[in-house]
Structures are given as C-alpha cells and as structure tokens.
C-alpha cells in the first residue's frame, strides 16, 4: 500500500479552503507542503503561518518539506505550527545528524531530502534515523518541472540500502509525479508520491488522486 501526497503548492490560494478540503474528502493520504526560502532554492513560498493556518482545517498527516538553509533554526516553530513529519534537505545543513534528533525531539516524524545530484551514501551513516527519505526527482523550487528520469535507480538504491540497514525509513518521489510515471515510481521502491501539478493542474483532481491510488507497483 502507497500513500499519494498531494502538494499544495500547485494549489490556487485565492481558494485554500476548497484545496484543503479536496484533500480532506479526496483519497489522499498526506498534505504536501513546500516550503521555500529564496535562498537555498531560488523561489519563496510560505512560511509557519500557512502551515498554521492549513493544520486547522486539515484531517489527515501534514507533511512539510523545508527548502531552507539552515533549516534547524526553525524545526521547533513548524512543529508547533502542526507538521505531522518535518523533512529537511541533507544539502541545507552541516549538522544532519543533530537536524533528525531535533525533529524527533519536537514530536514529529523526521525525514531527509536529497537533491537530484545528491548521491544517496550521504544517508549512509544516518538511514537508521529516518522516518523518511524524500527523493527529488526535479530540482527543488518550482512545481510543474519534468520528472527526472534517473531518479528511478537512485529509488532503488535508496530501497536496498533501507533494506540492507533494516531501516523502517519509506521513500517519498516529489517532482514531476503524475499517472505517467507512477507505477515506475512505485516499483522502485517508493512508498509515498507527492503530486502537484497532476493534482491541481486536472479537471478532476480527486479523479488524478484515486487513480494514483489504484495503481499498483509494489
Ligand atoms: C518542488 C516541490 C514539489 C512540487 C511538486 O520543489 O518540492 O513538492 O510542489 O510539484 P509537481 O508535482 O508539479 O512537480
Ligand atoms: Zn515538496
């Protein structure tokens, strides 16, 4: 069984609450949502007070994936903000190790990111930890960007070391995520598929979210 995480990120914000709710009474598991500090990817986004603001309306996991530097100057204020699971990128930190404790200490479940250059021995010494291992399958910052195809066997490098270490880490692909690809995706090891554009961009977005519920690769 797989989790479909839609981001909000391709939402319409003039409408959060028809977004938050498709969410809430769609099959979606988790809430996705991006945020962006200009800095360590070239596009802002939204900070605690919209993640706030969506944890009250939301009825399921909320799942924030922090695209800023030094990302342990703010684990405590999105915890408290409601994150269900905080993930950090792996590139953002010199400290890693001491980010994860951070996040568990916090109440949350504790995830690492990885650049698409990124290469995966950098979990080496921490898969352990994991909660989650989120793999970029675009470089990080917008939405709508092109599935990279070579995230696949880095899936797979990812699931074989989990499984190699006895880890209880699930991956989660985010970038480029749609019907086309998902199955693919899945097969290699994924656990969890985040989707923006497939989802908010489609005339029947919670047609596009059973639909990559249904399908099956593992
Ligand atoms: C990209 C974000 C993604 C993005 C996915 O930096 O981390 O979560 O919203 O959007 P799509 O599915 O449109 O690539
Ligand atoms: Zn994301």
């Not at 953002?92 to 479940?109: D, F, Y």
């Not at 070579?150 to 995520?177: C, F, H, L, W």
């Not at 989707?195 to 690769?217: H, M, R, T, W």
Request: net charge negative; with cysteine.
């Amino acid at each position: 069984m797989h989790y479909v995480a839609p981001s909000l990120l391709a939402a319409d914000f003039r409408r959060l609450d028809q977004a938050i709710e498709l969410i809430n009474t769609s099959e979606a598991d988790w809430f996705h949502l991006d945020v962006m500090d200009g800095n360590f990817v070239p596009n802002i986004s939204f900070g605690q007070f919209i993640v706030e603001q969506v944890a009250q309306d939301a009825t399921k996991y909320l799942d924030v994936h922090l695209m800023i530097d030094q990302p342990e100057r703010y684990v405590e204020s999105f915890a408290k903000a409601g994150a269900s699971g905080i993930t950090v990128h792996a590139e953002a930190t010199n400290h890693l190790h001491r980010v994860v404790q951070q996040i568990k200490e916090a109440g949350c479940k504790a995830g690492v990111a990885l650049n698409p250059h990124t290469p995966v021995n950098v979990l080496e010494n921490i898969i352990e930890e994991l909660d989650l291992v989120l793999i970029m399958s675009v470089n990080p910052g917008f939405g709508g960007q092109k599935f990279i195809y070579q995230s696949i066997p880095k899936i797979r490098q990812v699931y074989d070391m989990i499984t190699v270490r006895n880890s209880s880490a699930m991956i989660e692909v985010d970038g480029g995520v749609g019907l086309q690809n998902a199955q693919k995706v899945l097969e290699a090891g994924a656990r969890v598929l985040v989707a923006g554009s497939a989802v908010f961009k489609a005339d029947d977005p919670a047609g596009v979210i059973s639909k990559l519920k249904a399908i099956s690769g593992n």
